[in-house]
């Protein structure tokens, strides 16, 4: 008998091959794209440069601000290169295992930066600084502050402020650029890290805000230990980096695991879906929709309709109509829109809860 050329499995792999189309590229999204990652590159080359510095300078001072500051550098550096890679991977083709793409590997990135190395670095500069404090508090004669040498100290902080700043400042631009692209209302740097569904870009804001609240901290240890002449002072300035690490890697952990385990889109994109297809010809009701963001520019959309006539062809156009007036309405994301025509059922719309407690027999 002659041989099929194929085993079952190969094609069973052939036909899910096939049945797995990615969804279509969008222009404007791959315009946006060519400018992607801007403001991680630039905190990549601000902090190369802070971390050079303030290794220096506590190579020179042994200042335990210096320490924990250093320390938080080369955590900001490495942060910068798993987002950059993050983002390298995230481009990687669709295939049958990863039918979605990998676009959450951004995400994915993102929170190993605040569970790793933000957590990591938290807890190696203040348990650094609690040595300090226990050491001058156990030998008075520790406790006397070289003040040449803090001066040095005091301004590479001041370089690494401005150095931080212009950081922060690109971040800005950047968040800013995106609420202008995609139409959101603007807002403040606050409100837009707590509603960006971009994790790299949450990232690098949370990263430079926590440099320059660290930078303060360091500022205050490192002036106070020169005004008043001692070095516990310098030291409770480390301790005060260490925590506020600590206490920032648990914000972006919170955030980012929110984006990790899949957000639905904004209001305001909800919104303008629900406008789009309510104003699509042949759609008579828009049944159920739900969201979930793939990535800062890739939505999984998922709809029940009632269209106007409960025929094949008919539903098809319609179906049609519906992805082309989402696409047009909102070009700068990229969709993967699955309609599903349906009869809308009042009864099944205002009944009962859809979860109920499986403990629950009466």
Request: proline content about 3%; charged content about 20%.
């Amino acid at each position: 008998m002659a041989s099929t050329g194929a085993t079952p499995d190969a094609g069973e792999a052939q036909r899910a091959a096939v049945r797995t189309i990615p969804p279509k590229a969008n222009a404007d999204v791959r315009r946006e794209r060519k400018h992607e990652g801007a403001a991680v590159k630039a905190a990549l080359a601000a902090n190369i440069g802070v971390a050079l510095a303030k290794l220096a300078a506590f190579a020179f001072t042994r200042s335990s601000s210096m320490l924990s500051e250093s320390v938080h550098s080369i955590a900001d550096c490495s942060n910068e290169i798993v987002l950059l890679a993050g983002g390298r991977l995230s481009k990687h083709r669709y295939n049958t295992v990863h039918p979605f793409g990998w676009y959450r590997v951004k995400y994915l990135a993102s929170f190993v930066v605040a569970t790793l190395l933000f957590f990591v670095g938290g807890f190696f500069s203040s348990s650094e600084a609690i040595k300090k404090v226990i050491d001058v508090c156990a030998n008075p004669a520790a406790r006397a502050a070289n003040r040449g040498e803090l001066v040095v100290a005091l301004i590479v902080v001041i370089i690494s402020a401005c150095l931080e700043g212009y950081g922060l400042h690109q971040s800005i631009k950047e968040a800013n650029e995106r609420m202008e692209h995609t139409g959101m209302p603007h807002m403040g740097i606050y409100r837009f890290w707590r509603v960006t569904k971009s994790a790299d870009l949450a990232s690098v804001i949370m990263e430079d805000t926590l440099a320059l609240i660290g930078l303060a901290f360091a500022f205050l240890g490192i002036g106070a230990a020169i005004v008043c002449n001692d070095e516990l002072y310098d030291a409770l300035g480390g301790l005060g980096v260490g925590v506020v690490l600590i206490i920032g890697s648990l914000l972006l952990a919170y955030k980012v695991g929110s984006l990790l385990i899949g957000e639905s889109a904004s209001d305001l994109t909800q919104s303008r879906i629900i406008d789009a297809v309510e104003g699509t010809e042949g759609v008579e009701e828009l049944i159920n929709m739900q969201t979930v963001h793939m990535s800062e520019d890739n939505i999984l959309l998922c709809l029940k309709v009632q269209t106007s006539k409960l025929d094949r062809d008919y539903d098809v156009d319609t179906v049609n109509k519906i992805e082309d007036s989402v696409r047009s309405a909102m070009p700068w994301f990229n969709w993967e829109i699955y309609v599903e025509p349906d009869i809308y059922n009042p009864v099944k719309a205002h009944g009962p809860a859809q979860f109920e407690d499986p403990d629950d027999d009466e």
